[in-house]
């Protein structure tokens, strides 16, 4: 709508006075629009939200809580502790005669945290540090990224297994570990947006205008590459888990009375000779789907934000 | 219009490290002299245009007088302030007298903002205690100006057409109402209709709030109707700078006669027995100029002395200057 007379503009602009202002479509409601197109990843929200609820409603439904020890069960789960309505026991028993129910929403709640915290801290530290390194530039860069390199050099299982022995096993000592070496690769994504984005236009607008340098970095560049950053950060999240999933199974991770998914497949694929397989088989199935909800959410969230689709 | 001298360029130079692709890390890297010794005046409310072939360093010299870039020396006065030996701080707080207007109108504007959030930055960045409701009114008054309509505000700019984004920079460019705008190519990735439009709403605005400009363009004719005067840049020096009417009657400088001689007539009689002049040979590397007059290596009346001495920039009369040894 160019119009050269500049009066005729005032005085649409009078007879428009009354009216509200035209709402935009944004990129984020484009890639909102795109993302609600894709079925995968919509049911996998949807699930994904159903387990994130079940893992706070379901203590509701528990007849069992998760301290609770069934002492007519102990030492006979194989016969007397499978799943059933009647008992209260909805997934079961583990042989100590603790409810599986309870216990699955206990490892729900604690798998998803570490999950979502570890990837919520990895993606703050790494979205700073890295627009930060590439938004710089120049030394700073250097050392920066000197630094990411030599911590990824560092056997980062290792590292995590032997900080636990040393400093005890606690699910903080886990979160420092994951978190540490999580945003390495996060701040090395980041960073190679950044210097694609730095060097547009809009940023040197901002520049010429007296905007300082830390304000285009959150006002500018980090609003412009928080596509990437959000899809990474889905697959991060089961990243995550996976991790604290494989120290918990390896006995290093959670320990009793707390539980995670990692600990509770652990000690379900210890006792799967003896008929008890529900032990394995309902917190597997809450891990799997989990996992698949989020990776699906990731590939859509790709697919939404890509900017080559437009 | 006043006369007032509002900044004062003085040998300016820029230069850029290239390394060299074999270079040890110990080796010195070439200077690439993309500005090299730059001096003029600017009034208020005057237009400066700057002309001359891609990579000449027009671009480079606007952003180092507003030190966008690092120069290697020179002095920059702006209002009786020495530029350069401001701290980053203080630069920044001046840089609401200096807008800027770029080349690609898209590019310029953050995808992820909205138009009033664009064109209110400047004010949120100087004066952030502004109320809402006030820089509301000034970003509808600024839109209204520059012809859009002010229920446009919540749109994004990937909805806008090329030449309404460039509105929209001229906008927010416009809203601290600066002494100078730096327009850096503002039309040349606009076409032919929205260039005139363009051009001729900076010639308005311009004319109602008195500000100078810098126009950068290699288009001569629209530097020729925009501009008071006009510079011409040869690989990172001034070849002449004259009043736009006089450059165009009467150019002095080899160069700049061969670049008037080249614009095309909209008339197929006129433009069929114009006398073209044509320039041999390609630019040459800035990284090692030519010794003497930069421009001797294609020039159609290089003599000895071209080798041996750089011309002096000299007043060929009425401000007329040029560097030529054999201006006439």
């Not at chain 1, 860069?141 to 030599?150: C, F, K, T």
């Not at chain 2, 005057?46 to 507003?66: N, Q």
């Not at chain 2, 709030?209 to 501009?227: E, N, P, R, T």
Request: aromatic share 8%.
């Amino acid at each position: 709508m160019i119009v050269a007379n500049k009066n005729k503009i005032a005085e649409m602009a009078e007879n428009m006075s009354g009216m509200d202002a035209v709402d935009g479509r944004s990129l984020w409601a484009d890639a909102r629009r795109r993302f609600m197109h894709n079925k995968a990843a919509v049911v996998s929200l949807v699930i994904l939200a159903l387990i994130v609820l079940f893992s706070f409603a379901g203590p509701y439904f528990a007849v069992w809580s998760n301290e609770e020890i069934d002492w007519s069960v102990m030492g006979s789960a194989a016969t007397k502790g499978m799943p059933s309505f009647e008992t209260g026991h909805f997934f079961g028993t583990d042989d100590l005669g603790r409810d599986i129910y309870s216990r699955v929403i206990q490892g729900t709640q604690i798998s998803l945290m570490v999950g979502v915290l570890g990837a919520f801290v990895a993606v703050i530290v790494g979205t700073l540090y890295g627009a930060i390194s590439g938004y710089v530039g120049g030394r700073t860069d250097q050392i920066m990224m000197r630094i990411v390199d030599i911590l990824m050099a560092i056997p980062f299982m290792f590292v995590l297994i032997l900080m636990l022995v040393v400093f005890g096993r606690s699910i903080g000592m886990l979160f420092i570990g994951i978190g540490l070496l999580a945003w390495l690769d996060m701040s090395r994504i980041v960073r190679g947006q950044t210097l694609s984005i730095k060097n547009k236009e809009f940023i040197e607008a901002a520049r010429a205008t007296g905007v300082s340098g830390f304000k285009i970095i959150t006002r500018h560049i980090v609003p412009n590459l928080l596509g990437v950053v959000a899809v990474y950060a889905t697959l991060l999240v089961p990243g995550m888990i996976l991790t604290e999933s494989f120290i918990s199974f390896l006995g290093l991770g959670v320990q009793e009375p707390n539980t995670s998914w990692g600990a509770l497949i652990s000690e379900g694929a210890g006792t799967i000779r003896y008929d008890t397989e529900w032990q394995l088989l309902f917190p597997l199935a809450f891990f799997v789907v989990s996992l698949f909800c989020f990776y699906f959410i990731g590939d859509g969230l790709r697919d939404a934000l890509d900017p080559k689709d437009r | 219009m006043s006369h007032e001298t509002i900044m004062k360029v003085d040998d300016l130079k820029v230069y850029f490290n290239v390394t060299k692709r074999d270079a040890m890390p110990w080796t010195k890297p070439d200077k690439l002299k993309a500005v090299d010794g730059v001096s003029f005046e600017l009034k208020a409310g005057e237009t400066l245009g700057i002309v001359g072939e891609s990579g000449c360093g027009k671009s480079t010299l606007a952003r180092a007088v507003i030190r966008m870039i690092p120069s290697e020396s020179g002095d920059v006065m702006w209002l009786g302030q020495d530029l350069m030996a401001l701290d980053a701080k203080e630069m920044r707080a001046r840089r609401k007298e200096v807008q800027m207007i770029f080349q690609d109108p898209l590019a310029s504007l953050d995808p992820r903002m909205n138009i009033g959030e664009i064109i209110a930055e400047p004010i949120k960045t100087h004066y952030p205690k502004t109320p809402k409701a006030e820089i509301k009114k000034m970003v509808e008054e600024v839109m209204i100006k520059v012809g859009l309509l002010p229920n446009l505000v919540n749109r994004y700019p990937h909805e806008f057409s090329g030449g309404q984004c460039q509105r929209i920079g001229i906008a927010r460019a416009l809203i601290l109402k600066p002494k100078l705008i730096i327009c850096d190519e503002p039309v040349s990735a606009l076409d032919v209709s929205i260039q005139a439009q363009v051009v001729n709403l900076l010639k308005e605005l311009q004319e109602e709030m008195g500000m100078a400009l810098i126009f950068i363009a290699h288009d001569l004719s629209i530097v020729k109707h925009i501009s008071t005067r006009i510079m011409v840049l040869y690989l990172g020096n001034m070849v002449e700078l004259a009043d736009s009417v006089d450059l165009y009657k009467q150019p002095r400088h080899p160069y700049t006669q061969a670049l008037i001689s080249a614009v095309p007539i909209p008339d197929p009689l006129i433009e069929k027995n114009k006398e073209l002049i044509l320039i041999e040979g390609d630019l040459p590397s800035p990284i090692s100029p030519p010794s003497g007059c930069v421009f001797r290596t294609r020039c159609p009346r290089v003599q000895d002395i071209c080798t041996r001495e750089k011309p002096e920039f000299v007043d060929a009369g009425n401000g007329h200057k040029v560097a030529c040894h054999f201006h006439d």
